[in-house]
């Protein structure tokens, strides 16, 4: 009898990835998902506002480059709420790489101000990157898999925030938005699950809905004095608030063969902040 070796379920090779936001603001949650996807040996390409990228994401690059194992990282200056900017962007990838294997949709903007406060036009901003935002990345990347046949999935990242009212945090419309984004992923999955007849289809849609990250969103939140540090590593069973690299073994789960029978879910990473 021959000794099989386990499957390699986690490998990313040769495989082709975009995560949006993972380029304009220091060590975010984007930049240590590409990372993750880079180091499983994933060739992911980084989307982000800004014309050139922070200083981490080189320093990010650099590091995967020398792991040597095919894993790499590209930037792209991309703004997500631009349907007609994120369609091309994401088509010059596939184009090139003549593939898209999946996406993580991290880009995302947050404000603090009471829900009495808010004005109208910051409402549409929001819901604008937060929202519509992933939903174009989400149906541009699609549109990519779709064409090349691709069984891809897709990784929404959405937020504890989602699903409970964040004690303390008055984010009413930041908080909103990532309940909108884990209902969209459902609908996606819905509609792409399937393999049609043509061989198309076959694409996984799910989120991640982290609890508080030590990311510069979160620092500047602190630093406003927006919310309180020692406050919210009591808010969770684990007393601290979480590294963004803590989320690198999620995406690669959601991202590989590992999660093949999972879609239409939200994946909750909180440090057990929800199940007090
Ligand atoms: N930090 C946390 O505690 C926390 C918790 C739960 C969920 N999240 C989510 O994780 C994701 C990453 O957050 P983070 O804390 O790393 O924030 P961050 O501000 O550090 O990173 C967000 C990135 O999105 C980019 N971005 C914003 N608008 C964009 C646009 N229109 N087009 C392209 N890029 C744009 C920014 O330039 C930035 O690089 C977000 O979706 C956030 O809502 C964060």
Redesign the pocket.
């Known amino acids: 009898m021959t000794n099989p070796q386990p499957p390699k379920l986690f490998d990313l090779s040769g495989k082709v990835f975009v995560v949006?936001?993972a380029?304009?603001?220091?060590r975010?949650?984007?930049l240590c998902m590409a990372e993750g996807l880079a180091e499983a040996g994933g060739r992911v390409h980084c989307?982000?506002?800004?014309e050139r990228p922070h200083e981490a994401f080189y320093e990010s690059q650099k590091a995967a480059a020398e792991l040597g194992n095919g894993g790499s990282l590209e930037y792209h200056q991309?703004?997500?709420?631009n349907s007609q900017t994120v369609e091309a962007v994401m088509e010059k990838i596939a184009v090139e790489k003549q593939r898209i294997d999946g996406l993580v949709a991290?880009?995302?903007?947050?404000q603090v101000t009471s829900a009495l406060d808010y004005h109208q036009d910051d409402i549409a901003k929001m819901l604008s990157?937060n929202y519509t935002?992933v939903f174009l990345s989400a149906r541009a990347c699609a549109r990519q898999m779709l064409k090349y046949k691709i069984r891809g999935s897709i990784c929404l990242?959405a937020?504890?925030?989602g699903i409970i009212a964040n004690r303390g945090f008055i984010a009413p419309v930041y908080n909103s938005s990532k309940a909108a984004v884990i209902q969209l992923a459902r609908n996606l999955a819905m509609e792409w699950g399937r393999i049609k007849e043509d061989g198309s289809g076959g694409i996984r849609v799910n989120c991640i809905s982290?609890?508080?990250?030590m990311?510069?969103?979160?620092k500047a939140n602190f630093d406003a004095g927006e919310a309180n540090r020692e406050e919210w590593e009591n808010n969770n069973m684990l007393g601290r608030l979480s590294e963004?690299e803590e989320f690198k073994g999620a995406g690669v789960f959601l991202l590989s063969e590992a999660s093949s029978y999972m879609t239409g879910n939200n994946l909750v990473i909180d440090g057990g902040t929800t199940a007090w």
């Not at 380029?23 to 220091?26: A, H, K, L």
């Not at 989307?47 to 800004?50: E, I, K, P, V």
Request: aromatic share 0%; charged share 10%.
């Open positions: 949006t936001g380029g304009g603001n220091g975010g949650l984007g989307l982000d506002r800004l991309c703004d997500v709420a991290a880009a995302a903007i947050q990157v935002g990242i937020s504890m925030s982290p609890g508080h990250i990311t510069p969103m979160v963004p």
